[in-house]
């Protein structure tokens, strides 16, 4: 059977019986892709034989824009990319200009950054979830889900006065001083936490019939998942013990403890796992965070006028949907020379065609909702 | 005419026309609060409110739909068959809808009084394939063709692990009539006493099952889901065409619950209703609804406007007009030379009729909000590889009991307890062979 990868129609191949292939058109507008994504299925029967995507549809050309805003002016923008866990995208950029700078955040506000970060880590795992678990048709997971969600998205509004594309950190450190009562929010949302996971685990984790739709769903093996770049869970549940936030610490993450779970067929069940274990360990780190969250001034003396020295930085973070990177090249002056950002999403999506392949139509929705992809970081 | 006359004059004449003008002319405000319960209870079980704006709390929702539906324009696809886009919905509903004709909601409350009444109900309810099928050709959609021949091929199979499942409570009670068997139910006399749930167990789990199947509802909705890339059969129809189809969905519901309620549940009869103890029972019906009604006129005094207040007194009016009519069997009085304690067993055992359809539908409700979506082949897995044989070997089972029962003169219940036992090692057994598939495993890499 021929496999062609044109950007236009492939050719019409024959299948095994001889009969056409046929190709359908998972178009832009569906209720499934999570945003702007267009997939073309090759379908033999009911079996799928290759996918392609076509991206694009929400490319807003941010990357070009970077070159005509200064690096402060800039941050509002990355929060549009992953526009599910904006903060984490802040973080991954101040952190990468204060590289390029040479300077640090000091420690009290490394903590509060990890502190949100985590946050907006369970919050973007639970609208993964949500979602996720509507496309495969339980229809109540996403209420429960977003009710935990809107209590973190109060906190970030109190915080910042924002719920979604927040801009909570600066370049050097912060901007705004925790508020009276942060503390107490945020144990008790982590108090509440723990039972609500529990309660979507009784949901799902040992039903039948959420077992058969993704026990076996979208393998793919850890050696195709690192040839293709894939990171965050879905490599992890392909059994690779690799987490940004252990190999090469950032924000204050070297002081909390916390394990990193794994899977081990690689299958939706897995990453399904994965993500649940993870947000119980965000969890955790927030518990010790809060704790000690260590006095001190929260924005370093970086000046007003950013001007790094000529020079590049390729700094990455453990965004929730998997490595999340900035490469900065600095000329010198106020405006960044090239802002090049590792969209997890982006790299994640190619294994899309590895795991559909032999899959049932059906499962495409699960696929797709388990790679965790959101269109905005895609096509920036 | 004088014949005609003489002819609809005698009660047993015009009473099925009273019931059918009923049914025809309540089904479809039935169906729409059927719906509003439905949205109710999801809301309910996902933590929000549900509808609360169009009449106080959403009470005036289904006429508010009702009438968006019918004001909706009308669109037929350019290239579909019109003869036959027009004919699928009513082929469904009428289907769904003649199926009450054999239905008893209280002893002598029945259209049609057939020795054969379940067989009658379930070959009607299966001509509503006809609409499925009829529906997804003539829209000249493939996708639509698509849904409608996998929503056909789902209800063909259920629709044999259910009958199967029937078969078996027709084995218990010796006879094919809805009233007969509902009697067997009730009467110690000339049945068990007790209902056949208890006789049956698995033979009513299957029946549950695959009506839920049967009605395509989640978690065995693919042919009609939104987030799937077929559509459904439904698709090219709008407006009042399509809530044709959704009434006839909802009568089915109803059907398939009434059917379970006869077969399984007692029919008419009050829970426990041999059983003197058990008496206080009578007046949960007065209780439940007479609190409801009250209920309704408290919260009449919180809404703010007054045609919201109206709308609360009609419900609670009604509410306590039925608890009235139910409590006054209970008071034994005598109008003239009627005693009205003899009207108990009709009233009753309509009010009972109706909390277990009603209690069938929260389940059918509770299970579509809790679970997810199975895949067609899996659905279809389920229901050859599972369903059908597990339900074959229970009436071989039960029709065993039955003979040992009747030759060995061993008691019916402990017959009953070991072919139960039997089903159960068989379903285990069939269980296990149909999880059994190659395992999964990963695409060799191309790269």
């Known amino acids: ?380 | 005419m004088d014949a005609l006359l003489h002819y609809f004059t005698q009660p047993q004449n015009y009473l099925p026309l009273i019931f059918i003008l009923v049914i025809v002319a309540v089904l479809p405000l039935l169906a729409g609060y059927v719906v509003l319960m439905e949205r109710k209870i999801m809301a309910d079980m996902q933590a929000r409110l549900g509808p609360m704006r169009v009449g106080p709390h959403g009470l005036l929702q289904p006429l508010a739909d009702a009438v968006k539906l019918l004001i909706k324009e009308d669109i037929i696809p350019e290239e579909a068959d019109k003869v036959v886009f027009l004919l699928a919905p009513l082929i469904s509903v009428t289907a769904a809808m003649t199926a009450y004709a054999a239905i008893p909601f209280g002893p002598g409350f029945q259209i049609a009084e057939m020795n054969i009444g379940i067989l009658f109900i379930l070959a009607v309810s299966s001509m509503g394939i006809f609409g499925i099928v009829l529906a997804g050709w003539a829209s000249n959609n493939h996708y639509s063709l698509l849904g409608a021949l996998r929503g056909a091929a789902q209800v063909v199979s259920y629709e044999v692990a259910a009958g199967l499942a029937v078969v078996t409570a027709v084995l218990l009670a010796g006879t094919l009539s809805t009233r007969q068997l509902v009697m067997a139910q009730i009467s110690e006399q000339t049945g068990t006493g007790y209902w056949f749930i208890f006789l049956a167990p698995v033979a009513f789990f299957i029946f549950v099952v695959a009506s839920v199947a049967e009605t395509n509802r989640a978690p065995f909705d693919l042919p009609e889901a939104e987030s799937e890339l077929v559509a459904g059969y439904m698709t090219e129809y709008s407006g009042f065409r399509w809530s044709i189809f959704f009434l006839a969905e909802y009568a089915a519901m109803i059907v398939v619950a009434s059917l379970a309620t006869i077969l399984f549940l007692g029919g008419w009869s009050r829970p426990f209703a041999n059983t003197r103890v058990f008496d206080f029972m009578d007046y949960a019906p007065p209780v439940l609804l007479g609190g409801f009604g009250l209920y309704c006129l408290y919260r009449l005094l919180k809404q703010p406007a007054a045609w919201q207040k109206l709308v609360m007194l009609i419900f609670g009016g009604i509410l306590l007009l039925l608890a009235a009519a139910v409590a006054l069997p209970l008071t034994g009085l005598q109008l003239g030379s009627v005693s009205v304690a003899g009207w108990k067993p009709a009233i009753h055992g309509g009010f009972w009729f109706v909390a277990k359809v009603v209690a069938y539908l929260y389940f059918f409700m509770w299970i579509r909000f809790t679970f997810p979506r199975y895949r067609f082949d899996q659905l279809m897995r389920l229901g050859w590889h599972f369903l059908i044989p597990v339900s074959l070997v229970n009436i071989f089972a039960v029709a065993g009991g039955l003979i040992i029962h009747r030759q060995q003169q061993v008691g019916l219940e402990v017959a009953m307890f070991f072919a139960t036992l039997v089903t159960l090692a068989a379903a285990l057994l069939f269980a296990w062979l149909a999880e059994r598939r190659p395992p999964a495993h990963a695409v060799e890499n191309e790269f």
């Open chain 1, 1 to 380: 059977m021929a496999d062609t990868r044109t950007t236009d129609f492939p050719n019409v191949t024959q299948t095994v019986l001889g009969a056409d292939e046929l190709i359908l058109n998972m178009g832009p507008q569906h209720p499934s892709t999570h945003g702007v994504l267009r997939v073309k299925l090759r379908m033999d029967g009911e079996r799928i034989t290759g996918t392609e995507c076509i991206i694009g549809y929400l490319h807003r050309g941010v990357e070009k824009i970077a070159e005509h805003r200064s690096y402060p002016q800039f941050a509002p923008y990355v929060d549009r990319m992953d526009y599910v866990a904006a903060v984490s995208n802040g973080l991954g950029y101040c952190e990468a200009v204060e590289k390029l700078m040479g300077a640090e955040a000091p420690p009290r506000a490394r903590v509060v950054r990890t502190i949100l970060t985590e946050l907006q880590r369970i919050a973007s795992h639970l609208l993964w979830l949500g979602t996720h678990a509507l496309d495969i048709g339980a229809l109540t997971p996403l209420f429960y889900c977003f009710r935990e969600r809107e209590e973190i998205l109060k906190i970030f509004e109190k915080y910042c006065g924002a719920r979604l594309t927040t801009h909570a950190f600066r370049i050097g450190g912060l901007l705004y001083e925790t508020y009276d009562g942060f503390e107490e929010d945020v144990k008790r949302f982590c108090n509440d936490f723990a039972n609500r996971v529990d309660e979507y685990e009784t949901l799902l984790t040992s039903n039948r019939i959420w077992l058969e739709r993704t026990k076996g769903v979208g393998i793919i093996s850890a050696a195709d998942a690192i040839a293709i770049g894939a990171t965050g869970p879905v490599v992890r549940a392909s059994g690779l013990k690799w987490d940004i936030r252990k190999a090469m610490p950032y924000a204050a993450y070297d002081q909390f403890e916390f394990d990193i779970p794994t899977g081990k067929t690689g299958d939706t069940y897995d990453r399904y796992l994965v993500r649940m274990e993870e947000m119980r360990q965000s969890r955790r780190i927030c518990l010790q965070a809060v704790d000690n969250i260590p006095t001190g001034p929260i924005m370093a003396k970086v000046g007003k006028v950013l001007k790094p020295p000529v020079g590049e930085v390729y700094h990455s973070i453990e965004a929730p949907k998997g490595e999340l990177g900035y490469y900065i090249v600095s000329d010198g002056t106020t405006q960044p020379y090239r802002v090049r950002v590792r969209p997890p999403s982006f790299i994640n999506l190619q294994a899309l065609d590895q795991m559909a392949r032999g899959c049932l139509v059906a499962d495409i929705v699960a696929i797709i909702g388990t790679l965790d992809i959101v269109l905005g970081e895609v096509d920036r």
